[in-house]
């Protein structure tokens, strides 16, 4: 899909060189001004709108300390999860950055064709757009759609990116030209197809050398002048890593040994798998690839460069929650942090996204509502249309019941164990997929795939066609003939 363009080195040279650095984004700091009452929920109990500080990560996978995953470091994070209710078993609609988007902020289920709300077929109020016209003033920073123009009156001011294109025809070429890669060396590894640098590297500069410094910078400017304007806000904060490349400050490459990362620990395929499930060729557009991906070395250094980005994106979402509370803000604002759909880390011997298995659907999603339950974590199958009603009503807002194909979770953020919807549903190209408390069940036209979450919890085995399951494929193809309404309580 992408028009190739070669560069050479003199050329990625001179871009890695051009780094921006807008220091005038930072505005002057407000003092500790305004009192907030204590009690936040009385403030929303009485009428006065929360703020919304809604945060996505792109391609971050339950890879997160709050989440078990202990390899990685995860601090801030995991003290908002803390906070707050964690989902642990959260799903997103497709696999893939745009449509994962567009149902998160619409509540309306796509499918991998639908990369921008230009693409759905019904009408709809995107979360922003609805929450701005119930007097939220509402901002983007950074990735959140996809594409920055994509429903550009979702937004009170214009959408803000310190990388003003994003990938599309020609652009490549002159990606880096805002420091994507801003290690020198990186311009000796460059892929002759795509005119990419490598699919990660460690550079010996400040955060703000690369995109997430510069969102987490902006989002600080916007909480400080936002609190002088005295207006309910929905602040959406959008970071580009860990999505490849796997580019992040020495630093965060520094916080983890190399010979101490660890592997996948099911380097092959399932068996009985699908040939329409397979891996992402996504990671090969880099260089540094190519004849490498099976390789001990690969597989350690790929998990280092993806640690390090969740450690780099970590920090600098720390810095946001910690300018929320100098603010004030902390006690009357509702924080949502996502990652747009899951990752293969070399699970299966694949890196990347883009089919049904577990690895690439299920997404780590949290919330933190004051007032609410602290540490409260929730094993409900929930998935990114319940997002959209979830912030209406922990807003006190209609929600658009014609419109969004999704349930409020909020009953969960006070009683986890609540008996809960039994499916959520995904679907990536000619796959249509269901999740039940127990198994994963994916249908094509000509194959379909079972795994047995319980017994095989990753995924090595498709049992689809084994005699005794015959009932238990029979039920969830009806599951998905039936649809999402079946699946609610
Ligand atoms: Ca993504």
Not at 112 to 128: A, D, R
Not at 187 to 192: D, F, G, Q, V
Not at 300 to 317: K, L, M, N, P, T
Request: hydrophobic share 35%; charged share 20%.
């Amino acid at each position: 899909m992408y028009n190739l363009i070669r560069i050479n080195r003199r050329q990625f040279l001179k871009h890695t060189s051009m780094l921006t650095f807008s220091a005038g984004l930072l505005g002057n700091r407000f003092g500790q001004a305004a009192d907030i009452v204590s009690s936040s929920k009385l403030k929303i109990q009485s009428g006065q709108k929360p703020n919304i500080l809604f945060i996505s990560v792109d391609d971050l996978r339950i890879q997160l300390g709050c989440y078990g995953h202990t390899e990685t470091i995860s601090p801030n994070i995991d003290r908002l999860a803390s906070e707050g209710t964690l989902f642990n078993r959260a799903y997103c609609q497709v696999p893939v950055c745009g449509p994962s988007r567009v149902s998160a902020m619409t509540g309306i289920r796509t499918n991998s064709n639908q990369w921008y709300t230009s693409n759905l077929s019904q009408s709809f109020k995107s979360l922003p757009q609805y929450f701005k016209d119930y007097g939220y003033h509402s901002i983007s920073n950074g990735k959140i759609y996809h594409h920055m123009h994509d429903d550009e009156n979702s937004w009170s001011e214009k959408p803000w990116r310190s990388v003003p294109i994003y990938h599309g025809p020609g652009d490549w070429a002159k990606y880096n030209t805002y420091g994507l890669w801003n290690n020198p060396d990186s311009a000796n590894y460059i892929n002759s197809s795509s005119g990419r640098g490598p699919y990660c590297e460690s550079a010996d500069v400040p955060d703000n050398a690369y995109q997430d410094g510069k969102v987490a910078q902006k989002t600080i400017a916007d909480l400080r002048r936002l609190k002088k304007k005295g207006k309910p806000f929905f602040l959406a904060c959008g970071f580009w890593r860990p999505h490849l490349p796997f580019n992040a400050p020495k630093k965060y490459w520094d916080m983890y040994r190399r010979e101490d990362i660890d592997m996948a620990p099911n380097r092959f395929k399932p068996s009985n798998l699908p040939s329409a499930c397979g891996d992402s060729g996504e990671i090969n557009q880099y260089a540094r690839v190519a004849g490498r991906k099976s390789t001990d070395e690969f597989h350690r250094e790929a998990r280092h460069g993806y640690y390090a980005c969740v450690s780099y994106v970590d920090a600098q979402i720390g810095k946001i929650l910690a300018e929320l509370k100098s603010q004030g803000l902390a006690d009357n604002t509702i924080v949502i942090l996502w990652g747009d759909h899951g990752w293969h880390l070399g699970e299966h011997d694949f890196w990347g996204k883009h089919n049904t298995l577990n690895n690439a659907l299920q997404v780590p999603m949290l919330i933190r509502v004051p007032g609410y339950k602290k540490n409260n974590k929730t094993n409900a199958l929930v998935e990114f249309v319940d997002i959209y009603p979830s912030l209406c009503q922990l807003a006190g807002i209609p929600i658009p019941r014609e419109q969004v194909q999704g349930t409020s979770f909020v009953p969960l953020l006070s009683n986890p164990d609540l008996k809960w919807k039994s499916a959520v549903f995904s679907t990536y190209g000619g796959a249509k997929a269901v999740k039940t408390d127990r198994y994963l069940y994916s249908e094509w036209s000509n194959a379909r795939m079972l795994f047995d979450h319980t017994n095989d919890p990753y995924e090595n085995a498709n049992i689809a066609e084994l005699p005794e399951n015959a009932q238990v494929v029979a039920q969830m193809s009806q599951m998905l003939k039936d649809g999402w309404t079946s699946s609610l309580i």
